[in-house]
């Protein structure tokens, strides 16, 4: 009776902190979206769904482009895989096309899911994984990203680069919330990071030139070089 109920209760701890994972794709010109729901009863968020483009042209995929929207923007990323110029952008690289739609448990906001830690990271990894298997590119797995995000997921991009150094080639944000402070690592130095705001109106601006220095300064000693524009003119330092 004893290891009966210790039975039941090890497959009820399986049930609760186990990822669930559902899918489907669309065959469209050119290629196929995939689309992967993930949830895990650990991740602070609700779920997350993904749509992922996979050019029909490209054999082998080289990396992946990852679009993360911001604030009260989920349900958005799903037009990322099927927006043509990205599609394009994929054709031409041999890159996968992802568009994230992080949703925060009901009443909460983007705090559910900014943080790598939180679930939105290991997540982001599982839906990789199955869409490895789904579309016999088990390259995707292992393939190093290019990260694009906005306001809150400007802010997960560059947590993201705290996070996972080692496997991403290049970050955009665009108008970062938040002024994030990490202790960034030294290969983040070797990373490609540029850091947009949205004009001089923008109440980011001040925070972008913050988070500038915040990811700057620790890497100061490994000669890093920066380019700042403004008014359409270049300054390297």
């Not at 899918?23 to 650990?42: A, C, E, Y």
């Not at 789904?134 to 906005?150: D, K, Q, R, V």
């Not at 400007?154 to 955009?172: E, H, K, T």
């Not at 915040?214 to 390297?236: G, M, V, Y």
Request: hydrophobic share 40%; glycine share 8%.
């Amino acid at each position: 009776m004893e290891m009966k109920r210790l039975f039941i209760l090890f497959i009820l701890i399986m049930a609760l902190t186990s990822t669930y994972c559902q899918s489907l794709f669309n065959k469209i010109p050119g290629g196929r979206v995939f689309q992967i729901t993930i949830r895990n009863s650990t991740y602070k968020f609700d779920h997350a769904n993904y749509s992922v483009f996979i050019p029909d042209s490209v054999h082998k995929i080289r990396g992946v482009f990852i679009h993360q929207h911001g604030c009260t923007m989920e349900g958005r990323g799903v037009a990322t895989a099927y927006d043509i110029q990205y599609q394009a952008f994929a054709k031409k690289w041999h890159m996968a096309v992802l568009g994230h739609d992080l949703y925060p448990q009901a009443n909460h906001g983007c705090d559910d899911w900014r943080n790598p830690e939180d679930g939105s990271g290991s997540a982001l990894l599982a839906a990789l994984d199955s869409i490895a298997q789904l579309s016999l590119h088990p390259e995707i797995a292992t393939a190093p990203w290019l990260l694009w995000g906005h306001s809150g997921g400007g802010y997960w991009v560059l947590a993201m680069l705290n996070a996972y150094p080692g496997r991403i080639i290049g970050a955009v944000c665009y108008s970062p919330a938040f002024d994030p402070h990490f202790s960034y690592p030294l290969e983040v130095a070797k990373i490609p990071v540029m850091i947009r705001h949205a004009g001089s109106g923008d109440f980011k601006e001040y925070l972008s030139s913050c988070t500038v220095h915040d990811i700057t300064a620790p890497l100061a000693p490994e000669n890093l070089r920066l380019a700042r524009l403004k008014d359409s003119q270049f300054e390297l330092t």
